[in-house]
């Protein structure tokens, strides 16, 4: 059975409807993402699931429970992270777990907790002088200090750099093999691809997709592109002619091709066949970014 249904969720502000006829599931165990571009719907679909939105129409169950009218009990079995937690400046890493500990009847260890995620050096440290990675570290361990079910983190590193975010996501991993299941939002295509197992791409209020990272690239026509820098000059005819190619374009001093097949295989036989080398050759695939942008008409990020 499902930890999480939806069913033809809405919800509007005023004219604006933000969430419109949304439906899916998530799976005990599972890494299940919410993804789309900015203004999507993502957000308010989860607050709806923490019991933090009321719907306008639809229905919602965690665990077999209505989020409106089963708040108090929820609250105990879901920790939440959201896009936009604080907490005052002077607060210590170790306040905070054990202030936000003494809110369950049955917590984690608080000091337990710190060091698993990695902020052992830091439990006498104030907020304000966690780096970006620390306070989302902190984040989560406050998301999950209640012992929860279910784990919903909305946007968890955005702001982070590449080596924070990492690190993030090496912590999601572990914090699901805890048993956890795990509601992430994001719209950052890397994350998705690394992390869920499953997604919905949300626009506009409404899922335009529901499957696998690898499903929903497989949506895409398996396009190839292959760039390179040529020793010498290369006449366009020479890569349009091979049934391989769809089209040949020129950035500065680099060629690209695009086609399907044995694309690769095609391109640098004529080339060697005609003396000329392919530096810095590269191959590239259909990627989540280009699923996204052709369910979606958006680039990732936007």
Excluded at 1 to 18: C, F, Q, S, W
Excluded at 25 to 33: D, K, N, P, S
Excluded at 222 to 245: I, K
Aim: aromatic share 4%; with cysteine; proline share 5%.
């Amino acid at each position: 059975m499902p930890v999480i249904e939806v069913t033809n969720l809405h919800k509007r502000y005023g004219d604006l409807v933000a969430v419109d006829d949304v439906s899916f599931t998530v799976a005990a165990g599972e890494i299940f993402g919410v993804l789309g571009p900015n203004g999507a719907g993502k957000t308010t679909t989860v607050e709806c699931l923490a019991g933090l939105r009321v719907p306008d129409g639809g229905g919602v169950s965690v665990l077999g429970l209505d989020p409106r009218r089963d708040a108090t009990r929820l609250r105990e079995r879901v920790g939440v992270q959201l896009q936009e937690s604080q907490l005052p400046d002077r607060l210590r890493v170790a306040e905070a777990l054990e202030l936000y500990a003494s809110f369950y009847r049955d917590p984690a260890d608080p000091a337990r907790l710190i060091d698993e995620l990695g902020l052992g050096d830091k439990r006498d440290t104030p907020y304000k002088k966690l780096s970006g990675g620390q306070k989302q570290r902190l984040s989560v361990a406050l998301a999950l200090v209640g012992n929860p079910e279910i784990a919903i983190l909305d946007e968890l590193t955005t702001g982070l750099d590449p080596q924070a975010r990492r690190e993030t996501w090496g912590l999601i991993e572990r914090v699901r093999d805890r048993g956890v299941t795990i509601v992430l939002v994001t719209h950052f295509m890397e994350e998705a691809e690394r992390l869920c197992d499953r997604l919905a791409v949300i626009d506009k209020g409404r899922v335009v997709a529901l499957d696998t990272p690898a499903g929903l690239v497989s949506r895409v026509a398996p396009t190839q592109r292959v760039r390179f820098r040529p020793s010498a000059p290369v006449d366009d005819r020479l890569l349009t002619d091979l049934p391989e190619v769809a089209s040949v374009a020129r950035t500065g001093s680099q060629v690209v091709v695009t086609g399907t097949g044995e694309l690769l295989h095609a391109v640098t036989s004529v080339l060697a066949r005609n003396q000329i080398v392919a530096a810095d050759l590269r191959l590239e695939q259909s990627t989540l970014d280009d699923a996204f942008v052709e369910l979606t008409g958006h680039r990732s990020g936007n």
